[in-house]
């Protein structure tokens, strides 16, 4: 992937998904990635338990009426999963947005049995098209430690304008671990890989970021001694 950071360096392209990998965008290489063991092997296995944590929320609360919106099409099964709990809890609709629109159509074949509740649209997660204070729900999952630095900051502004008082951000994301072995080993998976995504361990630090704002209670439950996190936002 880094490779392929290389590669559009060089690209005259400076679109705003000039930063996307072609992994996300080309059809071909999406359904050869997006397999689920594959996945949760890239997550060393912990993805059941992130996912798990935002479907046990959902389902605990009162949700009828709410509007969702995922930003980015994550691949795995977290879309279904999430969605199927957010309208058996009475989500009214959920919107799936994704500046890709190949991520779009892949998003789609999987929430076929829900296609009533559910709209795609075409957006940019650094400068959204939807209005402010618009959805009660937000996902963002895996979806920070792909930007570049500065982007980081705007995806979460945007994410905090569009979501009404006491609407929840659920962000699934890398966190630093705790195990000084583990963290050399990850250290370097993303000096190779997911360059922009060592900043999330100190001064891009989601968590930091949306209390530097204030108008956030946040939790954060971290996994696999603290290789991953899983943020639950409340917006005040």
Not at 64 to 72: C, H, P, Q, W
Not at 141 to 154: D, I, S
Not at 206 to 233: C, D, K
């Amino acid at each position: 992937m880094r490779g392929a950071l290389l590669l559009r360096g060089l690209s005259p392209r400076q679109d705003a998904a000039s930063h996307v990998y072609p992994i996300y965008s080309n059809m071909r290489l999406i359904k050869l990635v997006d397999y689920q063991p594959v996945i949760s092997a890239i997550l060393l296995f912990q993805y059941h338990r992130l996912v798990s944590r935002m479907v046990t929320d959902l389902q605990r609360m009162n949700l009828a009426g709410k509007k969702m919106l995922i930003t980015s099409c994550a691949f795995g099964n977290v879309i279904p999963r999430v969605v199927e709990a957010a309208l058996q809890s009475g989500t009214s609709e959920v919107l799936i947005s994704d500046i890709v629109h190949n991520e779009l159509l892949n998003a789609e074949g999987k929430l076929q049995p829900f296609a009533s509740k559910v709209r795609y649209i075409s957006d940019d997660a650094t400068a959204m098209q939807q209005p402010d204070a618009s959805v009660d729900m937000n996902v963002l999952f895996f979806l920070l430690h792909e930007l570049p630095h500065p982007l980081k900051a705007r995806a979460l502004n945007e994410a905090s304008r569009v979501l009404k008082q006491g609407g929840k951000l659920y962000i699934g994301e890398f966190h630093r671990p705790r195990l000084a072995v583990l963290r050399a080993l990850i250290w370097l998976y993303f000096k190779v890989f997911e360059p922009y995504g060592l900043a999330l361990w100190d001064k891009e630090d989601p968590v930091h970021y949306l209390q530097s704002i204030g108008e956030w209670t946040v939790v954060r439950n971290t996994y696999f001694f603290s290789n991953f996190q899983m943020i639950t936002a409340t917006k005040k």
